[in-house]
């Protein structure tokens, strides 16, 4: 538990220097931003926009505080996204697309665990000793996470 704590709070800023991948990967979120928009989940909205701004500053500034402001918004994202992600399985048709739709998530999710924690745990991916591989697979997980949210609006 200890560990998970400080992961949480300190993990990334020891990889982070400014960073050109992952400050202008963060622009994908505003995709999000928009398309949540269109179909009306403002919550989600707002709460994209506040992503993409805390990520910017981070991925920017690197430093302590930003970072965990920036943990801070991800985890309203996971917390809403589940939520609206749970709501809508209990909904789903038998409608063959919608199963596909289903697993999407599911996927970004999981890959997005695998690198950032196992990357963690391992020195590799997003941790990797070469900061600019490590950073590049953050660039990564950016778009991984995006896409998996695009899919929960979706369903």
């Known amino acids: ?3 998970f704590i400080y992961f ?27 398309n949540n928009y269109l179909h009306k989940y403002y ?5 994209f926009f506040l992503l993409f701004i805390t990520s910017v500053i981070h991925h920017y500034y690197c430093m302590i505080e930003t970072n965990l402001i920036d943990k801070i918004s ?3 994202i996971v917390l809403y ?13 038998n409608d063959v697309s919608d199963k596909l739709l289903y697993y999407i998530p599911l ?30 697979w953050h660039s990564a997980l950016h778009f991984i996470s995006s896409i998996g949210h695009h899919a929960i609006v979706l369903i």
């Open 1 to 3: 538990m200890i560990y």
């Open 8 to 34: 949480i709070l300190f993990a990334s800023s020891y990889i982070c220097m400014m960073n050109f991948y992952n400050f202008i990967s963060s622009f994908i979120f505003l995709t999000n931003v928009f």
């Open 43 to 47: 919550l989600y909205s707002a709460l």
């Open 74 to 76: 991800i985890l309203g």
């Open 81 to 93: 996204g589940g939520q609206l992600y749970y709501k809508k399985m209990s909904q789903i048709s």
């Open 107 to 136: 996927l970004c999710f999981w890959a997005t665990i695998f690198l950032y924690l196992y990357g963690d745990i391992t020195d590799s991916f997003c941790f990797n000793k070469n900061k600019e591989i490590g950073n590049k």
